[in-house]
């Protein structure tokens, strides 16, 4: 437990001291440099709109929170599945693979658009949708990865026992490509919450924090729009917490290995 404890310190305390530097230097160049809000907010005045706007920006990080948990949960499974029809069927590999590379090449306002435009714009729809897109690419790659990626001596091994693909397959490559998925959930976690709020840039209901952050900042509330980035970076923050929890939950293992190895 000791060591356990110890651990997660050696962890912690290296970002935490780096913060309250950060946010030290910040503070005194905004005041040593008397710099106007419109140019940059002291993180004391954000820290007193966080509080006092607590209630509002919780709101918001609810519904961007949902639409990237949607996103991120069918983007995985789309991305997994796929992942095992490519490595199975090399056609598809070579049909699908190109065409992901250029949706995943289209800038994402323009995708927002034409979902909007498909669904409406009161419609969660198109944002879950373009969180969807961006979770399936990232999860797609490194899952495929992982299933192609086999240590030749296990494969050649199965093959000496007579094994079948379906046997290959569950014995070798899906183990293989655990720590893949992983990675890619890392990305992809606080991948969702940016692409949940930045679709709110393009429409919809202006109930999220993307909506919230940009109203503010137009109507010259500096301090206020820069206490909803402060929900959308802690939102993004737990979304990675998250993702690091499955991956110690599922393979604990695994997970201090690469937690030694400085992965």
């Keep these: 437990m000791t060591a356990r404890l110890s651990g997660v310190l050696r962890a912690v305390w290296p970002p935490v001291v780096f913060g309250v530097l950060a946010l030290g230097l910040w503070q005194f160049v905004v005041r040593f440099f008397e710099l106007k809000p419109y140019f940059l907010v002291a993180p004391t005045d954000i820290w007193a709109q966080f509080t006092k706007n607590w209630s509002n920006i919780w709101e918001a990080m609810v519904v961007s929170g949902t639409n990237a948990a949607y996103g991120l949960v069918f983007g995985t499974i789309a991305g997994v599945l796929m992942s095992f029809l490519l490595s199975r069927f090399s056609i598809l590999d070579q049909l699908i693979t190109p065409m992901s590379i250029a949706i995943n090449a289209i800038p994402a306002f323009v995708l927002v658009s034409v979902f909007n435009n498909m669904w409406g714009s009161t419609s969660v729809v198109p944002r879950r949708l373009m969180v969807t897109l961006v979770?399936?690419?990232?999860?797609?790659?490194?899952?495929?990865?992982?299933?192609?990626?086999?240590?030749?001596?296990?494969?050649?091994?199965?093959?000496?026992?007579?094994?079948?693909?379906?046997?290959?397959?569950?014995?070798?490559?899906?183990?293989?490509?655990?720590?893949?998925?992983?990675?890619?959930?890392?990305?992809?976690?606080p991948l969702s919450v940016i692409y949940a709020y930045v679709s709110e840039y393009f429409g919809g209901a202006q109930n999220g924090l993307g909506n919230r952050i940009t109203s503010n900042i137009v109507n010259s509330k500096n301090a206020v729009g820069w206490a909803y980035v402060a929900g959308a970076c802690l939102l993004g923050l737990g979304f990675y917490f998250i993702a690091n929890l499955l991956e110690r939950v599922a393979t604990p293992g695994g997970a201090a290995n690469r937690h030694r190895e400085g992965a």
């Design 135 to 189: 979770v399936f690419f990232v999860v797609l790659v490194n899952v495929a990865k992982g299933l192609r990626q086999v240590a030749p001596v296990h494969a050649e091994l199965m093959r000496s026992y007579a094994a079948s693909s379906w046997q290959v397959m569950r014995k070798v490559r899906v183990p293989n490509a655990v720590p893949y998925l992983f990675t890619a959930l890392r990305v992809a976690a």
